[in-house]
């Protein structure tokens, strides 16, 4: 199976003025639920949480990529829809393919669409 790197917005980088209804906590709780349904489904999947920083969040993905080889990135909701996190999102893209070369590229909605997300490359 391939080694799939997963991509989000850390819980404590998010504005939440912008989304009535969610804090930190339920989020990060959201999160961890998606991650166990990752391991439930059998995904070899490797979690990489990011801030807001484009030059940090850089680094930290050269970090992972640095760890093993990864044939499929996820990247979350919250760093591709978001207007304001349009540059955080073409730096990824490009570190990844410029690291990673061959890597695929998948999306999901929110962290309870990832197994779908994976299923759909995998």
């Known amino acids: 199976m391939a080694t799939i790197l997963t991509i989000g917005l850390h819980p404590n980088a998010i504005d939440y003025t912008r989304y009535p209804g969610l804090d930190e906590a339920t989020l990060t709780a959201r999160i961890e639920q998606g991650d166990a349904a990752l391991r439930a489904a059998g995904f070899d999947a490797v979690s990489c949480l990011i801030g807001t920083d484009p030059d940090a969040a850089e680094r930290t993905i050269r970090e992972r ?57 995998v």
């Open 65 to 121: 990529l640095s760890e093993g080889t990864f044939e499929l990135a996820m990247i979350g909701g919250g760093v591709r829809m978001a207007p304001e996190h349009t540059l955080l999102f073409e730096r990824l893209i490009n570190v990844l393919v410029a690291t990673a070369p061959g890597i695929r590229f998948c999306f999901n909605t929110s962290p309870e669409t990832t197994v779908d997300a994976l299923r759909r490359w």
